[in-house]
């Protein structure tokens, strides 16, 4: 969590957010109103942060990782324009699974990278597999988001397939769960072998770009294609 | 600045940094060893703190936005792969401009996204071209890192070319420039306009997707194509 994170939840009247993160941050919350909601229900959620700082109040709207990244940014504008909310709001920048997952990974995103969600709920398979593609193509390092789901299991083996077209089958691919979580679980794979280990919904992939390798379980993206730093 | 990376500084007995970094955490160096260099000289820094870490200190190499996204972090894993290092090394994720910028602009960030850097100093442009284009065709919302220096002025005239190609010339676009620091700009533009307006070697700019749009000023992408949330 950032500084910056800490002052606005200090400040705040209302708290409002998914229970499991909520009860990440118990001292916060005393003396606090306190609005948790179950999984899924993001709309409910965003318009009762809305209505509560319509009445005045600071209200916070906990998100995890950052909420400017796939996350609840978006859907709070949107409800504010549809509803004329007048008041303010601030989006408070965090560590997105982008970030955690790099860092935890050693040091992947030095170099051109895209993010890819493999969830076809609100965006066409068509045009998520041209993205994939498109991101082998050109020798983008890329995070797929979302890579499985209970219902969901296919996705991820074409993804695979795809960039197999493009990029060696010794590619490093790092596969984070639960990032920074008590049940965080990191593999270093490859192409080849990335299916044979655990991916779940809570999973992360980092698949590196034709000029990425592994030193010591880590997984390392040079900054360039040449070197300027010779050593 | 995250409460992980100020408890690392609070353990550190030394402190590397670029200095004008140093000179934002004054209140962390205090009873430090301290060792500030000038810019450029990112070698000789990530150096130095391999150097004092293996003699057992406990050191903080400090950098801006997230080491782990296009920053320090491959660096020092190059080094300390070449130079044999035997000691420990923790990246501390912190918020990228891809962070900062989309937290700024509203929620450009809600789907799909590339990173792309202009520099052409350790990439072949004929690469950067390539990434442009990919992006660009498959709708990726895409963040322009190092669109311009001194030096260096067209590659950002020519990405705008490659961009109208595939997507409307009304497409929103928003340069952040010196983000979180006191001198920061935000545009709120378009591809047709966006180079009436000042980009600079501290600017990031964030094109919209096909969908993206813009309200009081700020720029969000939905989270899908079709819509989940009948409002």
């Not at 005393?30 to 319509?54: D, F, H, P, Q, W």
């Not at 965006?123 to 890579?147: C, G, H, Q």
């Amino acid at each position: 969590m950032t500084l910056a994170a800490c002052e606005v939840l200090e400040k705040a009247e209302v708290i409002v957010g998914y229970k499991t993160y909520l009860e990440l941050i118990p001292n916060f919350l005393v003396g606090k109103e306190v609005i948790s909601s179950e999984m899924m229900k993001e709309v409910e959620r965003c318009r009762i942060a809305l209505t509560a700082a319509e009445t005045g109040k600071q209200v916070a709207l906990v998100s995890g990782g950052d909420p400017g990244i796939y996350a609840m940014a978006g859907l709070v504008y949107q409800l504010a324009r549809e509803s004329g909310f007048a008041g303010t709001i601030e989006v408070v920048p965090g560590l997105a699974a982008i970030n955690s997952c790099a860092a935890r990974l050693g040091a992947p995103l030095m170099h051109d990278f895209a993010a890819v969600s493999l969830s076809d709920l609100l965006t066409p398979w068509e045009l998520i597999e041209k993205r994939l593609s498109a991101a082998a193509m050109a020798d983008f390092v890329t995070a797929i988001y979302n890579p499985k789901s209970k219902r969901r299991t296919d996705q991820i083996v074409r993804a695979r397939e795809i960039f197999l077209a493009h990029r060696d089958a010794s590619t490093p691919v790092g596969i984070v769960t639960a990032a920074t979580r008590e049940n965080e679980k990191i593999a270093i794979t490859t192409l080849a072998n990335m299916l044979d280990h655990e991916i779940t919904m809570q999973s992360t992939l980092i698949i590196g770009n034709s000029q990425t390798y592994t030193w010591n379980d880590l997984i390392i993206t040079p900054r360039g294609y040449g070197n300027k730093y010779e050593l």
